[in-house]
């Protein structure tokens, strides 16, 4: 279809052009007349077939068509005809031109940018219609003895014909690819435009007859070029208005570049009489109004995008607060200022709580929601000096330069809490979010820079989560301590595991039925180059919280495995011994959690069967899909899962049942009180016996006495480790502890006791 137009579209040019130069060569004037009228029709049947569906806009075809109908018909009627005795051919002529300018304006720009261009055109007008003044209508109104009706109209077929002129270059410029209709628009507008202006100059008699002949011939050239441009494939994006010219300085000298014209042929002519006097006064004032006008208008819109550029680089743009940089910039005044006042500057800082939640269960569009309706509420609730900014995500920043006490900063913190009770009310109903707030006040010693307080601020907003949630921290330089020394073990144990500082210690389970040991728990151990010791306890949820644990985490499954599988081949333990490893949440998050542990179970050479897994109770609840899902894939390759710390978490029954579960493992805090408090006692009656209906494996931990001991064994828990059995030790210990456990016999229930009492 395309391919058809573009060659019709060539067929059209490329007759028309031939038949324009016929028209040209003949000796005979109505020939040219003949082709100039065969040009002006065929333009219907050409803007037929560029107004389908989807094609040329159908008010730009009319306005084409009736341009060059009204057009060639004026000028054929003005035909051997003085101007001044044919004013309705002159007007018919200006119509077609205006209405080619109308055409060009089509290509030229969309609505928006119309406004601007309209104001350089009406420069373009007048200031062509100023020269057409001096130089054409002037001396034909001294040809013909009077200013008639026709002179005057006549006047106004150069600013028409300039204006289309414009508006062609101004389409043609702004398109960094132009397409052939473009091409072919542009240089038929040319033609027609310089057509017209030859026709004015012969009309004034300032060039011979000759020029008649081009007139009508440029005049027919251009319709042909124009009708193949509409015809032409690309024609419906040529209409379907450019860009900004690429450069603004083409738009600059085109626009001035008729202003020359007026003001060099002003200067060069004297005026004739009273009247041109007044005129050309007259068209100097208006002409130098309309540029001011213009230099005026363009110096306010570069004034208001500067305005916008300065507005956007300081604003966050979703909710419209100020951004990091108006905040440092705020921050960095007030320090400047503060040291002579009596007040108590605070920065806030404040994050939303658990919004992970929010945009997983809600949706990132409901999310957003969230984050703008939070804005809304922290500006309006806050005073106008101070400065409410979002720093990143659901992190927002206040600074409150105008409180005067310790208690009003708490006062004020509170509020920002309070702020949050009532619910937030978005599109798809109302939410209920809490935030963490984090306080910090300018100290003139510890505060040097904009950075340090926010930094404060957001430590003590750490705080304040760590807490719980949901409450105020107010920063002290404790806590700037517990940071860097936090940043010290992150930074350590990123080299711990290549330095080989990472051990395992393991810690035997026995069975209390038989005396049997028949497991053990790898606990990991942290020995520094120093010779410190870190407690799992503390670096393995820094090592989680910065996914250094999914490395870690791997080494220990498979260190752990070759242990247990090198103690079987010593005969250290027997060949069912299993090996517990404890597993963050962390690392079951990780897709990759199952591979890495079947591919330890491949190097070590142990059976799956041998293998226990500790999960806690937080895995469940934070993420219950994803660690099903990965438990689920687990429990395929044959793996065990025992809950570890059983009863100190939220899990509820349902979700026990849930999960593919094989063991609890009570936690020590019960077995601790068993001796002499009953109610631990009941606790870890009911949850042996729930266990047991589920049919689960238990094991008791942090087993210290043998009272312990034995109420457990009374209560039906048959499985225990803790320090009354062993300590933990290292592997190369574990043989002369095993020994010595097992030397102590095979015993059931009390002899248990009585051998390690
Ligand atoms: P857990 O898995 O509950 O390990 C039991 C902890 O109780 C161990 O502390 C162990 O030394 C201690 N314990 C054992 N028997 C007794 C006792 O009779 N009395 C007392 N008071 N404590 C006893 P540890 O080794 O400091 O480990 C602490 C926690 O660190 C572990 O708790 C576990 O959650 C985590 N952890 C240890 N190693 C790893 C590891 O390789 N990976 C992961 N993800 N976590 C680990
Ligand atoms: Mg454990
Ligand atoms: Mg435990």
Redesign the pocket.
């Known amino acids: 279809m395309s391919r058809a137009r573009a060659l019709l579209s060539t067929w059209y040019l490329g007759i028309g052009a031939a038949l324009a130069a016929a028209g040209a060569a003949a000796a005979e004037p109505a020939s040219r007349s003949a082709v100039a009228l065969a040009a002006a029709v065929l333009i219907v049947p050409a803007a037929l077939v560029a107004g389908r569906p989807g094609g040329v806009r159908r008010s730009i075809l009319a306005a084409l068509t009736v341009a060059a109908l009204t057009g060639v018909a004026g000028r054929l009627a003005l035909d051997g005809r003085s101007v001044d005795n044919a004013p309705l051919p002159v007007a018919l002529g200006v119509v077609g031109l205006a209405l080619t300018a109308v055409v060009a304006a089509g290509a030229a720009a969309d609505r928006q940018r119309w406004k601007a261009l309209l104001g350089d055109a009406g420069i373009v007008a007048l200031g062509s219609w100023v020269t057409a003044w001096v130089l054409i209508s002037q001396p034909l109104a001294d040809r013909v003895g009077e200013r008639s009706l026709g002179v005057i109209v006549h006047s106004l077929q150069q600013p028409a014909a300039s204006v289309a002129l414009y508006l062609a270059a101004i389409a043609v410029l702004a398109r960094p690819h132009r397409s052939p209709a473009v091409w072919m628009l542009g240089s038929g507008i040319t033609a027609i435009a310089s057509g017209a202006l030859m026709a004015t100059l012969a009309d004034v008699g300032h060039v011979g007859d000759w020029a008649s002949r081009w007139t009508l011939t440029l005049t027919s050239l251009g319709l042909f070029a124009i009708g193949a441009a509409v015809v032409h494939p690309t024609s419906a994006a040529a209409f379907r208005h450019g860009d900004e010219p690429r450069s603004p300085t083409a738009r600059l000298v085109l626009t001035t570049s008729f202003l020359i014209a007026p003001t060099v042929s002003l200067a060069a002519t004297g005026p004739d009489d009273t009247t041109d006097r007044v005129v050309r006064a007259v068209a100097a004032l208006v002409l130098a109004g309309v540029v001011i006008g213009r230099v005026a208008a363009a110096v306010r819109a570069n004034s208001r995008h500067r305005a916008e550029l300065i507005h956007d680089a300081q604003t966050d743009p979703l909710t419209g607060l100020a951004n990091r940089t108006v905040l440092i910039q705020r921050t960095n005044d007030l320090l400047r200022t503060s040291w002579n006042q009596d007040l108590h500057p605070t920065m806030f800082f404040i994050d939303v709580d658990r919004f992970k939640n929010i945009n997983d269960s809600l949706g990132h569009a409901a999310g957003d929601e969230v984050l703008m309706a939070v804005a809304r509420r922290l500006r309006d609730a806050l005073p106008d000096d101070a400065t409410v900014a979002r720093m990143s995500g659901d992190e927002y920043a206040v600074l409150h330069p105008s409180l005067d006490s310790h208690a009003a900063s708490m006062a004020q913190a509170e509020q920002l809490l309070a702020l949050f009770r009532e619910p937030l009310t978005l599109s798809s109903g109302d939410v209920f979010i809490t935030v963490s707030v984090g306080a910090a006040a300018i100290n003139l010693t510890t505060t040097t820079s904009p950075d340090d307080l926010v930094r404060h601020a957001h430590t003590a907003m750490y705080r304040a989560k760590d807490s719980g949630r949901n409450c105020v921290a107010v920063y002290d330089e404790s806590m700037h301590e517990r940071v860097a020394h936090r940043l010290a073990v992150e930074t350590a144990l990123y080299r711990a595991l290549d330095r080989r500082e990472l051990r395992?210690?393991h810690?035997p389970i026995l069975d209390l039925r038989t005396g049997d040991v028949v497991g053990f728990?790898?606990?990991?151990?942290w020995q520094k180059a120093d010779g410190g010791m870190v407690?799992?306890?503390e670096f393995?949820p820094i090592a989680?919280e910065t996914g250094t644990?999914v490395p870690?985490?791997a080494w220990?499954l498979l260190e752990a495995l070759t242990t247990l599988q090198q103690w079987i081949a010593e005969g250290v333990c027997s060949p069912e011994a299993t090996m517990s490893?404890?597993?963050?949440p962390r690392?079951l998050s990780d897709a990759s959690f199952p591979s890495v542990v079947s591919e330890a179970l491949t190097r070590s050479g142990a059976s799956p069967h041998s293998l226990w897994l500790?999960v806690?109770e937080s895995v469940m609840i934070s993420e219950p899909e994803v660690a099903l899902a990965t438990l689920r894939k687990l429990r395929g390759l044959g793996v065990r899962v025992a809950m570890?710390?059983f009863g100190t978490g939220y899990s509820s029954l349902s979700l026990l049942q849930k999960f593919p579960l094989q063991r609890l493992?009570i936690d020590?805090a019960f077995v601790q009180g068993l001796a002499d408090n009953p109610n631990d006692r009941s606790l870890v009656r009911t949850i042996v016996a729930m266990g047991s209906s589920l049919g689960l494996d238990m094991v008791a931990?942090?087993?210290?006495s043998v009272h312990q001991l034995q109420v457990l064994s009374d209560l039906g828990c048959h499985k225990a480790?803790?320090?009354?059995i062993s300590?933990?030790v290292p592997p190369e210990a574990m043989r002369s502890t095993v020994s010595a456990l097992e030397r102590l016999g095979r015993f059931p229930g009390l002899r248990v006791d009585a051998a390690l009492g």
């Open positions: 395992l210690y810690q728990e790898a606990l990991m151990r407690s799992p306890a393995i989680e644990i870690i985490g220990a490893v404890n597993v963050s690392q500790e806690t570890d710390d493992k020590r931990e942090g087993v210290e480790q803790g320090y009354l300590h933990p």
